[in-house]
């Protein structure tokens, strides 16, 4: 199994771009997370998801977007990127409320 | 809300030692628990998970102990090595949500 896949692993944007984080997982789970991990905040839920077709916000969802349209994948979308959005991105999976969490590896990204 | 306390901040230990991490939470009324180690530049690695009704969990060297009317969980970690230099979270969620709130790590250094 592969898990949970973040792709890219690494990303630089200029200012005003819009990108696609991707995450896919493999393990058939209902439930899937953004967050982002910067100096100082620790780690902070964006967006999150409790099945196909339902997405609710975290604590810092200003500025992202999400979708879920299949159990496996659940794309976060940068608008229109600013430099406080330099962070890392993890996704996160699990497969029911209280099972436990599998984290991807992440993807640096860098606004300029 | 849930609020997360992780001390020390930062922990520096020869090898050998047996030492324990504390993770310490403001909203008792939750149904598990779960430590993540982090290594530099890596995603979140799953170590333990403790549901609300289990006093501790072990693998190998690693043992959680879990205390919800005072709001406690610790992390022991037995002869310690330079292998387990680390950031080690402790996460637990919102309420009675899939949101999960992150302590800001305990960065642990073993010394050989």
């Keep these: 199994n592969a898990g949970v896949t973040q792709t890219p692993k690494f990303q630089v944007l200029k200012t005003g771009q819009s990108m696609t984080l991707q995450c896919a997982q493999d393990m058939n789970h209902e439930y899937m997370s953004w967050y982002r991990q910067d100096p100082g905040m620790g780690l902070r839920l964006i967006h999150y998801s409790v099945g196909a077709g339902i997405t609710d916000q975290g604590e810092v969802p200003n500025g992202y977007n999400v979708s879920r349209s299949t159990t496996e994948d659940f794309p976060l979308r940068l608008l229109s990127a600013a430099p406080s959005q330099t962070s890392v991105y993890f996704c996160a999976s699990s497969y029911t409320l209280g099972a436990g969490y599998t984290f991807g590896s992440g993807t640096r990204l860098t606004v300029v | ?112």
């Excluded at chain 2, 997360?4 to 047996?18: D, F």
């Excluded at chain 2, 501790?56 to 919800?68: F, I, M, V």
């Design chain 2, 1 to 112: 809300k849930q609020e997360v306390t992780q001390i020390p901040a930062a922990l520096s230990v020869p090898e050998g030692e047996n030492l324990v991490l504390n993770c310490s939470f403001t909203d008792s009324a939750i149904y598990n628990l779960q430590w993540f180690r982090q290594d530099p530049g890596k995603g979140l690695t799953s170590l333990l998970l403790i549901q609300s009704s289990q006093r501790e969990q072990t693998s190998g060297r690693l043992n959680a102990s879990l205390d919800k009317s005072s709001g406690r969980s610790t992390l022991y970690i037995a002869a310690s090595q330079p292998g387990d230099s680390a950031t080690y979270l402790c996460a637990l969620p919102q309420g009675g949500s899939e949101k999960l709130v992150f302590g800001k790590g305990t960065k642990l250094t073993v010394n050989p």
